[in-house]
């Protein structure tokens, strides 16, 4: 006897509760403790779904998946609107699971184990089709109607989100399930990419289910189902063809390290700090891609070196990466730009294991972040006298190819050579033209192909500089940087979070307040962006 559609619901409910309350509850404890390991949080999904089948795979079916219940109705293995009720239920079971884990244990740099992606957008979208291909044709192959076939179900499906897991989890999170990746979201407000997972699955899952259904016609006499499945069949190819174009279409795009609606961290020492207030390297992608509403922070920190040791305050070294961790988390990047060298060199020989080390340290807790890294190599410049200088240079750019080769980064080479002009009085620094014509060559590697990088003209710089429009944005640029630097280095930070806060630590309040003065005032930078780039 069939339960009710309401019963089988509240199945599906339960079901795509405990699915995202323990399998995304694995990643978050990982990244909180470190104990599970990648394979733990992998084994973790895939005995959830097992024992998730053994209870109610009888009952609903246990589909606690979007993608696997319409793939089904597609198929004529279950009504539409049984499947629409049960894309519902599982929906909100997903949200209540993702809201448990809110709740219990907070909404950590692991957004409640949302969905993140390594890989350039139809990379992850190629990734998301296949995987929730094969898990449906697996399905398929142990179901009964939309009902899962004894011992065999749990143990195959289980199997295979496991292993897919294995496998696809440091690239995508192996989501394979639209539900799975919006409770997350809407619980963490973190809607980064989600369009790729709420589409990718249904995709996968509807081609499994057809080619599956195609090759299980049983006789060419079956005239009219033979007709139907070849169409059927057609529409499979179809959906394949339609992940291979999406991984096409974005070839271009994926030449560029940064995406639509990045923002950026730019990490370093006195060369990133001296950036500011107006920031050429912002004028230069706001105005090549103000369609992309791209935000940047600049972290730069005087005398600071890949160790951190310039931010800690009166503590130890320790102390001064836990600062740099906190300021990461204030900028909230989606991609980081780590620009260190400039101070590394004249002591590298004798510490560059020290230093290889610290920059390593540094992209292992980035990418546990799920921010991306691109590392940009140091520039010469002639002011600094130091006797092991140069060497120390060309030896800190080895080590960060090593470092890109061995953590598969992005790695963009600045071959630039400044004139007189280009640098300060003493030339330990780039002037503003110098900082412009810097800005252009890195824009274009950051925008285009790092291959490639930008051969800037020095009078069309010197004409961009005198712009109104472009002058506007630069002055909008300062007054966002001045807030933010306000937000993340407050002035006086000893009378408002140290040990003097007793005198005027109620004023520390107001730091938080930046907030949406930062986030108007980026607005301000994509609407004059807009009009520099048009004029």
């Known amino acids: 006897m069939q339960l009710s559609l309401f019963r089988r619901c509240v199945c599906e409910v339960i079901g795509t509760y405990c699915l995202v309350l323990l399998g995304c509850g694995a990643m978050v404890v990982e990244s909180q403790t470190g104990l599970l390991t990648h394979v733990g949080v992998a084994t973790v999904w895939g005995l959830i779904v097992l024992t998730m089948i053994y209870s109610i795979g009888d009952l609903s079916g246990a589909h606690m998946n979007p993608a696997v219940s319409l793939s089904f109705a597609i198929v004529k293995r279950l009504p539409f609107p049984d499947a629409i009720a049960y894309i519902v239920a599982q929906c909100i079971g997903a949200t209540l699971g993702a809201a448990s884990l809110l709740i219990v244990l907070g909404n950590d740099e692991m957004k409640l184990g949302a969905t993140m992606a390594t890989l ?90 057809l080619l599956y259904q ?79 509403k791209l935000s940047l922070r600049n972290l730069g920190w005087s005398g600071d070196t890949v160790s951190a040791i310039a931010r800690k305050r009166f503590e130890t070294i320790e102390a001064g990466r836990a600062r740099r ?114 800005a252009a060559q890195l824009s274009q590697a950051l925008l285009a192909s790092p291959e490639h990088p930008a051969t800037a003209d020095h009078d069309d710089i010197l004409e961009a500089g005198e712009d109104s429009s472009r002058n506007a944005l630069l002055d909008a640029i300062a007054r966002k940087n001045a807030f933010f630097f306000h937000h993340y280095r407050p002035q006086n930070e000893t009378y408002l979070f140290l040990f003097r806060k007793h005198e005027q630590g109620n004023n520390a309040v107001e730091v938080e307040q930046f907030k949406p003065i930062i986030q108007a005032a980026d607005e301000a930078i994509w609407k004059a962006a807009g009009r520099a780039s048009s004029s």
């Open 325 to 438: 961790i906190a300021d990461i988390e204030a900028a909230d990047p989606t991609v980081a730009l780590v620009w260190y060298g400039q101070s590394e060199a004249g002591d590298f020989q004798e510490n560059a294991d020290a230093y290889q080390a610290e920059l390593m340290r540094l992209v292992d807790d980035l990418q546990e972040r799920s921010i991306r890294v691109v590392l940009l190599t140091p520039v010469s410049v002639p002011g600094d006298r130091r006797p092991d200088y140069k060497a120390g240079l060309e030896a800190f750019t080895t080590m960060l190819r090593d470092v890109a080769r061995a953590k598969s980064l992005a790695l963009v080479e600045l071959n630039w050579h400044p004139t007189e002009e280009q640098l300060v009085e003493d030339r330990l620094l780039p002037s503003d033209l110098g900082y412009r014509q810097l």
């Open 120 to 209: 350039p957008d139809g990379s992850a979208w190629a990734v998301e089709f296949m995987m929730t291909a094969i898990l449906m044709w697996i399905v398929m192959g142990v179901s009964t109607g939309a009902k899962e076939k004894s011992i065999t179900a749990g143990l195959a499906v289980g199997a295979t989100i496991a292993m897919e897991a294995f496998v696809a989890g440091p690239l995508t999170k192996a989501s394979m399930n639209p539900a799975r990746s919006l409770g997350p979201a809407v619980m963490s407000n973190h809607y980064d990419l989600l369009w790729l997972y709420l589409t990718a699955p249904f995709v996968g899952a509807i081609a499994g289910a």
């Open 214 to 292: 195609f090759v299980r016609v049983e006789s060419d006499s079956e005239t009219e189902e033979t007709k139907v499945n070849e169409k059927l069949a057609t529409v499979v190819v179809l959906a394949i063809g339609l992940a291979w174009g999406g991984s096409v279409a974005t070839a271009d795009d994926s030449k560029a390290l940064l995406r639509p609606n990045d923002r950026i961290a730019v990490i370093g020492g006195t060369f990133v700090e001296r950036m500011q207030p107006r920031d050429e390297l912002e004028a230069a992608l706001q105005t090549r891609r103000p369609d992309w």
